[in-house]
């Protein structure tokens, strides 16, 4: 009797074990199921030189949100976590003309995205500047004869 009860449990015990080890895998994929999309690329210049600091924009056409990255010294940029939805993505730098693009994001799908920038010469605004014209005749100084 005593040996049966012996198998008994080892057999219990493996049976146990590999329910752990089930319910792992299959809790494991479960928790990273995912309920958001990606948005990656690389912003060049001419000839294909990465551009560094250049701010990516997209919006949600459903929703106006909107979410920025800045591409890295390697022109790589990502948008991660979007909702499943109709981008706008612009990409500008100063230097650059901007570029456009309507991008749908899919739940669990990373969309590639490069963006190449043409030079553009940078207009400015002339800004003007003036001064009120009134002239101070009243003063805090006090003035002390000394004899």
Not at 76 to 83: I, N, R
Request: net charge positive; hydrophobic share 45%; charged share 10%.
């Amino acid at each position: 009797m005593r040996i049966s009860n012996q198998f008994g449990f080892q057999h219990f015990s493996r049976g146990i074990g590999f329910l752990v080890v089930l319910i792992g895998l299959v809790g494991g994929s479960l928790l990273a199921q995912n309920t958001t999309g990606t948005i990656r690329g690389t912003v060049t210049g001419a000839g294909g030189a990465p551009i560094a600091s250049a701010q990516i924009v997209a919006r949600n056409t459903s929703t106006g949100a909107t979410r920025n990255a800045l591409s890295n010294d390697a022109g790589a940029y990502t948008l991660a976590g979007l909702v499943p939805a109709t981008y706008d993505v612009n990409v500008r730098r100063i230097g650059s003309a901007p570029q456009s693009r309507t991008i749908v994001v899919q739940i669990g799908a990373t969309q590639v995205q490069d963006f190449s920038l043409a030079a553009q010469a940078a207009v400015l605004e002339t800004q003007v500047v003036t001064a009120a014209t009134g002239v101070e005749t009243r003063t805090s100084e006090v003035a002390t004869n000394v004899t």
